[in-house]
């Protein structure tokens, strides 16, 4: 296996010390738009030949076809930011070699009825060229980070071994993150933060299909494992909503995140502002997206580990029936900063998304996954990746009830 990692950020340069201890790889190509970004990735891994840094515009489906050519690259993983997903995803097609992502083709809500009806779906513009990868007989594997990713694995885990009949999947992340010396400073990327989270939230339910909500909405307290407590969830735009219902059984889906009153009346500041908008602007003579404005304002989320301390989780709640019996239970993955930034030098945000596309991209050398067409990870039995997780860094949990 040959695998091209496209973006060095906080995602990209977390997976090169996980990648590191696994022998299941040839090769992995660390690209950055940035030279700089992809060599300090590599530099991580100081010694290990099969590591090699180099430039992409990501924007550029064909610079990214002659970069998985000129390497021969078997799998690409794509660890940017989602506005960038079609030209990787065209241009890895276009090269010849099987994609993996952790954010899915970008949404646009319905023009008439936002918070009620679907308008462009999160990842339709991949699901509209399922048939090609699929006659080429090539994998598209869609939402592999933690969220999507992990939570899609813990649904298909829960309709395959705990449930004969599931009610609602709802994922539900949160953390007691805390980063000192900062009045705000998101754990991931802000941009697509701003992008999931001021997005109208969906939701499917058996019978009715895919709908919308008001951004923010159904705020609810959730319980979270291991010391972290009660945390305020409430409705966001997700890819889970989008992917589990298309290969598990289920009468609702829906996922909830954890924000913070803070954090959401920070995000409704920025809407108000039009500091979200992604269409540029004329300031001076300078023309300038006032979103990337606000993420180059705030500090980069894979510096921030010296700062953070607190766990965060990522888990699926399933709700149904098993032998005739109501059953509820809560799958998840619990990770501390302090572990993590011992372990690799990743904050735990950054750490917990990066070790999951490894794991999938070790099964799929080892054969225990295998497909075409384009796919989420609740299309692919989950035993094997759980396990394997377990065997990479810290175990997954789950509670009853």
Known sequence: MRVLVIGAGGVGSAIVPIAARRAFFERMVVADYDPARAAAAVARVAGD????????DASDAAMVEALVREHAITHVVNAVDPRFVMPIFDGTFAGG???????MSLSRPHPEAPHEQTGVKLGDEQFAKAVEWEVAGRLALVGIGVEPGLSDVFARYAADHLFDEIDEIGVRDGANLVVEGYDFAPSFSIWTTIEECLNPPVIWEKGRGWYTTA????PEVFEFPEGIGPVECVNVEHEEVLLVPRWVKAARVTFKYGLGDEFIEVLRTIHKLGLDRTDKIRVGGVEVAPRDVVATSLPDPA???ERMHGKTCAGTWVTGRKDGRAREVYLYHVVDNQETMALDGSQAVVWQTAINPVVALELLANGAWS???VLGPE????RPFLDLLTACGPPWGMREG
Request: aromatic residues 14%; proline residues 7%.
């Open 49 to 56: 030949e099969r590591f090699a840094a180099a430039r992409v």
């Open 97 to 103: 070699a099987d994609y993996l992502d952790m954010a």
């Open 215 to 218: 951004p923010f909405s159904e």
């Open 303 to 305: 510096t921030l580990g």
């Open 371 to 373: 497909g075409a067409g």
């Open 379 to 382: 299309s692919f039995p989950a």
